[in-house]
């Protein structure tokens, strides 16, 4: 079962994704931690990224696309996996959908997670980001037990280059104007399923469930 989680930034792809690999054992993959490790790394690719990442910009499809085409490949995606933030402009559909053709493979569910502006402005802004183990935190909505320290890993909380309000108003922009219209490009291919991304995390867990039952878990076609 191949899924793409399809959204605005903010909409809880991330969260969402941890939740599936959770309950359905088949890997997440995240353009945008793919590309934040190259950035950290410091390799070509990551010191090129950056500057892009930081307007709010979106990176090249044909490196994007290498990196999913790669990742793809590897032997724990062969019964599925999930896309995250992937893809996000029509050729990179396109080329997404040319890769799985040549590997036999097919999208099977796109979920859509919608959430109005003001709501995503005021989630990425107020978001934070354990750069150790990961975890994510909200100033108002998810408090660590400590100001400004993982609850898990006690290390000190940061900002994400790309939330602060300027970036989150670029990046916003982008999705209208570039990503956005790949709802109808799913919806035309039988494969669009669109739920609310507010609301308690738990309803959004069991919409999600209820849409990928339906498709049979991992293990029962291993
Ligand atoms: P995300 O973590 O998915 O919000 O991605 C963070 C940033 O990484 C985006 O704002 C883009 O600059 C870049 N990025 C992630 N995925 C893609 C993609 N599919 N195409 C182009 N740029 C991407």
Redesign the pocket.
């Known amino acids: 079962m191949n899924v793409v989680l399809f959204g605005p ?1 903010g909409s809880g ?2 969260t969402q994704a941890h939740f599936i690999v959770e309950r359905y054992g088949m890997p997440q993959i ?4 793919m ?2 490790s190259a950035v950290k790394a410091k390799t070509a690719l990551g010191v090129m ?1 950056k500057t ?2 930081d307007a ?6 044909d ?2 696309l290498g990196l ?1 085409r790669e990742r793809i490949s590897q032997e724990d995606c062969a019964s599925g996996f999930i896309l ?6 029509i050729p ?1 559909a396109n080329s997404l959908i040319a890769l799985l053709v040549e590997m036999d493979k097919k999208i099977d569910f796109v979920i859509s997670l919608d959430v109005d502006n003001s709501e995503l402005i005021s989630r990425l802004s107020g978001r934070r980001t354990c750069p150790s183990c990961g975890k994510g935190f909200h100033i108002i909505y998810d408090k660590p037990e400590h100001d400004g320290v993982c609850d898990s890993c006690g290390a000190l909380l940061v900002q994400r280059d ?1 939330d602060s309000e300027g970036t989150v108003i670029s ?1 916003l922009a ?1 999705y209208d104007q570039q990503t956005s219209a790949l709802k109808s490009y799913f919806m035309d291919l039988g494969v669009l399923h669109s739920i609310s991304g507010t609301g308690p995390i738990a309803d959004i867990q069991h919409q999600i469930a209820s849409i990928l039952d339906a498709g049979g878990r991992i293990s029962d076609h291993s």
């Open positions: 930034p792809k991330g995240s353009t945008g931690d590309l934040r990224a892009v990442m709010g910009g979106l990176v090249s499809d490196i994007v999913v995250d933030g992937f893809p996000r402009t990179q790309d990046r982008v």
